[in-house]
């Protein structure tokens, strides 16, 4: 267990649980992206990770899948990079999520 209770650590704990969502789906590609990419982020990138995933699993998963985009720009450009990073990136050791 990790007893690191630094405000940075703190946060990393809140990220990851709102990571994980109702849908399977959600999860395969959000909490690979949180921990591989979210610490080389821009501040403003990482807001923009933080405010995505206070939204609805019904629209992250539209946005997500590539059926529609966020008219926000800064949450396009997320949902952008972690549909990126989900297509160049080998997360096999998160199916069993």
Do not use: C
Not at 32 to 47: I, K, N, V
Not at 59 to 77: A, G, K, N, T
Not at 79 to 96: C, F, G, L, P, W
Request: aromatic letters at 10%; charged letters at 30%; a negative charge.
């Amino acid at each position: 267990m990790n007893d690191d209770n630094s405000p940075a650590a703190i946060l990393r704990k809140r990220l990851y649980w709102h990571s994980r969502r109702g849908m399977w789906e959600l999860d395969l590609l959000l909490i690979p992206f949180l921990e591989q990419r979210f610490d080389h982020l821009s501040e403003a990138d990482q807001l923009a990770y933080e405010q995505l995933i206070e939204g609805e699993d019904q629209d992250l998963f539209v946005w997500l899948m590539h059926r529609e985009w966020p008219e926000e720009p800064s949450q396009r450009r997320i949902v952008q990079m972690i549909v990126e990073h989900a297509e160049t990136t080998d997360n096999s050791a998160y199916r069993t999520l």
